[in-house]
């Protein structure tokens, strides 16, 4: 059985996880682990084994390009079997996983991310044809502490049914319902506009710490578990590894 190692380095959390690519061609995980993203312990992860990542940290990912000399980085070009032609070169290594992830269980549909930033990715015909980028939860009570003189840093709790939502009169839990409604609301709006150019029935996978929030607004909504990019940066070390 081949070894292999996926890492997926966000903005505030990271996964690191090791695989074997067993005989039927399936991959199972050996060890999984999690890190804060500003204390990972880069000398215990192994560096003998073919390593995919993903980073959204750019000085993170120049650590990767020296201390993982075997590393592939999850760019569109290392990423073939998804035709990316229409995305810049700057498309986010996350973003480029979680669609490798998807075409694995339809070749159209969604991905949302949701954790510090809120990202969806759309593929049609496992051709990527765009996103969106919103700011999550923290992002937006973070800036509404920091630009105004009195307002307190929210900490936001999961989101309930929107349309359940009433007024508030306490600031904090006006905040909240506030901050909830434009990052869910804003994200179900895009929802819309991107299922319309797609073929009917094409699945929305949502995922990420903070995905809860936005199934619970519709039953149509797949969970996609917090382990969906890594699932699409093991889909590529499986590509790599079947050349060999």
Request: with cysteine.
């Amino acid at each position: 059985m081949k070894r292999f190692c996926v890492l997926n380095i966000g903005n505030t959390h990271t996964q690191a996880a090791v695989a074997q690519l067993a005989d039927n061609n399936e991959f199972e995980w050996i060890e999984y682990r999690k890190y804060d993203t500003s204390e990972i312990p880069f000398g215990e992860l192994p560096v003998d084994i073919f390593t995919v990542y993903a980073s959204v940290v750019p000085q993170l990912t120049e650590v990767m390009k020296k201390k993982f000399p075997q590393s592939l980085a999850c760019v569109a070009e290392n990423v073939p079997f998804i035709d990316f032609s229409a995305a810049p070169p700057t498309l986010g290594m996350d973003r480029i996983a979680n669609c490798a992830a998807l075409i694995q269980k339809n070749p159209d549909g969604i991905i949302v991310d949701s954790g510090t930033a809120i990202t969806l990715e759309v593929v049609n015909n496992k051709k990527f044809i765009g996103g969106a980028i919103l700011p999550g939860t923290g992002i937006l009570a973070r800036a509404m502490h920091d630009y105004t003189g009195a307002l307190p840093l929210v900490q936001c709790s999961e989101v309930p049914l929107l349309e359940n939502i009433a007024p508030e009169t306490l600031t904090l839990k006006a905040m909240e319902i506030g901050i909830q409604s434009a990052a869910v609301a804003g994200t179900l709006q895009l929802l819309d506009n991107f299922l319309s150019i797609l073929p009917e029935k094409s699945p929305v996978y949502v995922c990420g710490g903070n995905r809860q929030s936005i199934l619970n607004q519709r039953a149509d909504l797949l969970n996609g578990g917090n382990d969906f990019t890594l699932n699409g940066l093991a889909e590529v070390a499986k590509y790599y590894l079947n050349k060999e």
